[in-house]
């Protein structure tokens, strides 16, 4: 089974600091790894991706890193703030066949950051 | 551009009811997928429909099913709820089946007692 292991499951840091969530895939196939952010009561928005073809890419304080050798990605928050402050779950798209993709989630990282 | 609607917003149901969960995607989105999240096993991907036709199915029992209609408006059916059944299930929408961005509504909480 597909799948992809996201850690840690939660993290805490002070206003201004980094936030580093690491993701870690087994299916050479998935060709697209999208990151998405979940306030209380909200459904997924959906942050920043990323395609196995750059090694990061960066959008405001929000960049994802990619290292296709060891099947790991990594999202770092720079200058996080309180508003920052949301589960962020990191995903793998794969084909399945017969026209049909799949994304796989992982289990998600609760972030908290305090003042 | 209105988002994905999730209808209801929550729900409680008793063991062995069936639920009927309705969503409506962005407009112009003509892919729709059902995910369930729980605390324990996080997002897991339940079926995708597209052009009124199931494209991909997770692994879950048959009890779950769904369906796309023509204007691409998808509902999802449970039978024989079981408390195992309780979260949060989430639809989302994207242009095509493709690796396109997928949207997400708010998702309707379902609790079964």
């Known amino acids: 089974q597909q799948q992809v292991k996201q850690s840690p499951q939660s993290l805490i840091v002070q206003k201004g600091g980094i936030s580093i969530i690491n993701c870690a895939y087994e299916n050479t196939a998935f060709d697209y790894f999208p990151w998405y952010q979940q306030f209380p009561g909200k459904g997924p928005a959906l942050l920043i991706a990323?395609?196995?073809?750059?090694s990061e890419k960066k959008e405001g304080r929000f960049t994802i890193s990619f290292n296709k050798s060891a099947k790991q990605f990594s999202l770092h928050i720079m200058d996080s703030q309180p508003g920052d402050s949301a589960t962020y779950f990191c995903a793998a798209l794969g084909y399945t066949g017969a026209g049909s993709y799949q994304l796989t989630f992982g289990k998600g990282t609760k972030l908290s950051v305090i003042p | 551009k209105a988002g994905v609607t999730q209808t209801p917003r929550y729900l409680i149901k008793t063991r062995g009811q069936q639920v009927t969960l309705s969503c409506s995607p962005i407009?112009?989105?003509?892919?729709v997928s059902w995910y369930q999240q729980t605390p324990g096993q996080g997002l897991q991907f339940l079926f995708e429909?597209?052009?009124?036709?199931?494209?991909n199915k997770g692994n879950f029992p048959g009890r779950f099913s769904g369906r796309q209609f023509s204007n691409s408006r998808s509902e999802m059916n449970v039978s024989t709820l079981e408390l195992g059944d309780s979260a949060l299930y989430l639809c989302?929408?994207?242009?095509?089946?493709?690796?396109?961005?997928?949207?997400f509504g708010n998702g309707t909480r379902l609790t079964v007692t």
């Open positions: 989302a929408s994207s242009l095509v089946p493709t690796n396109s961005p997928l949207h």
């Open positions: 429909y597209f052009s009124e036709t199931q494209r």
């Open positions: 407009s112009g989105h003509r892919s």
């Open positions: 990323i395609r196995p073809d750059v």
